[in-house]
């Protein structure tokens, strides 16, 4: 690889992709690596989403296609060639579709390679383009995209074992690898907080939620959970959610119930908060649930396992690989007696192997790079067996 051509996401307070530039670029640094980050616009500064849910609708648009405009102007100019990667953070590009049609035309040294991270899509069943409607056209699309990426000679990046096996069932021809989580950087959430971490002991009894407050990340089992440890303890025990923007959900009936539980004195509320605040919050939690049918690794565990947080998942999809298999921090999907029994124990105390998750998904982006760099042959996901690596304890 000659140069590294990086189309990365826009910025969002209340999403990772606040930080994940800055997360991308301190490896590349690190590694040396020749690359560019594609530059893209923004429709507004207030780094909100207004339409839609995961990424602002129309922002994501914008940006993306300003992306292909300046990537187009500059194969134009014949600055790119066939010694290039193009790494795109998200399969979802609006405007792809120019790169085909130019590459297709051109010289073939001047057909850079096209590799694209996948972080959902319509593999997943319960993602939001089937709660949209969106999921016929979006299928099609993928097909286009893992053309492209097969034709390049690039690949499609899967975040884990569970998610390849999606991609192949999906019927993708295109070379998988799975990077075995998220792009994410430990030191630089670590250094957000300021002074050393709360001891453990000393933290307040708190409980927290971070992921959407939306149907494919399950707030009723949450709020289950809560009412049955209300109604089995006595002990004061904070149960919460950190949200980055006010508040919403994609079912009106999930906020009924919260502004119930709220005036309960069941369940507390932080919106609005900026990404500070949020570690803030987490370096005085004891432990953060979660119940997602949708969340592919998240970024919600490696913050909180960073800043001395217990972690509470179900064993479910992506998470046992993300746990190394750790039967103590994940309980069975979806059972109530086994999430409070785990949560009792992870209120209590620390537990001893806090950090490692982090560790591991803070070598990700590394991952990457080894794979756009031809290094990282053992996360290809090629060979008819490749199921037997879903059992495997990657730390």
Not at 286 to 312: H, I, K, M, P, Y
Request: hydrophobic letters at 35%; glycine letters at 6%.
């Amino acid at each position: 690889m000659r140069k590294l051509y990086y189309m990365g996401l826009e910025p969002y307070k209340a999403r990772y992709t606040l930080q994940l530039t800055e997360w991308n670029e301190r490896v590349f640094k690190t590694r040396g690596m020749d690359y560019v980050v594609v530059p893209g616009q923004t429709l507004t500064s207030d780094q909100a989403i207004v339409t839609g849910q995961v990424l602002d609708a129309h922002g994501r648009s914008y940006f993306g296609m300003s992306q292909i405009m300046t990537l187009v102007k500059w194969m134009k100019e014949g600055l790119i060639s066939n010694e290039d990667v193009i790494y795109f953070e998200d399969m979802f590009q609006p405007g792809i579709e120019s790169l085909p049609y130019i590459m297709d035309q051109v010289d073939p040294s001047h057909r850079p390679r096209i590799f694209v991270r996948c972080l959902a899509q319509s593999i997943d069943p319960d993602d939001f383009v089937h709660v949209w409607g969106m999921s016929k056209w979006m299928g099609i699309y993928e097909k286009m995209v893992c053309e492209l990426v097969r034709s390049s000679g690039g690949a499609v990046l899967a975040s884990n074992e569970e998610m390849v096996m999606h991609m192949k069932v999906a019927g993708w021809e295109v070379p998988i690898y799975n990077i075995s989580g998220l792009a994410f950087g430990k030191q630089e959430v670590r250094g957000r907080v300021l002074g050393p971490l709360t001891p453990f002991e000393q933290r307040t009894m708190r409980v927290g939620f971070a992921a959407r407050w939306d149907q494919e990340k399950q707030p009723d089992f949450y709020m289950d959970l809560i009412e049955a440890y209300h109604a089995r303890s006595d002990n004061k025990v904070e149960f919460c959610v950190f949200s980055g923007s006010k508040l919403k959900s994609n079912n009106e009936s999930y906020m009924e119930r919260t502004r119930k539980l709220q005036s309960e004195g069941k369940l507390v509320i932080f919106e609005d908060l900026e990404k500070n605040d949020y570690y803030d919050l987490l370096n005085n939690t004891r432990v953060l649930f979660n119940c997602a049918l949708q969340d592919w690794v998240s970024n919600t565990v490696s913050e909180a396992d960073t800043l001395g947080c217990n972690v509470l998942y179900p064993a479910y999809r992506s998470f046992p690989e993300t746990f190394a298999n750790d039967h103590t921090r994940l309980y069975v999907p979806w059972s109530i007696e086994d999430a409070l029994h785990k949560l009792e124990n992870l209120l209590n105390q620390p537990h001893e192997s806090m950090g490692k998750i982090s560790d591991w998904t803070d070598g990700c982006i590394d991952r990457i790079c080894d794979i756009l760099e031809g290094k990282g042959e053992q996360w290809l996901r090629m060979s008819v067996d490749y199921r037997k690596h879903t059992k495997e304890s990657k730390f």
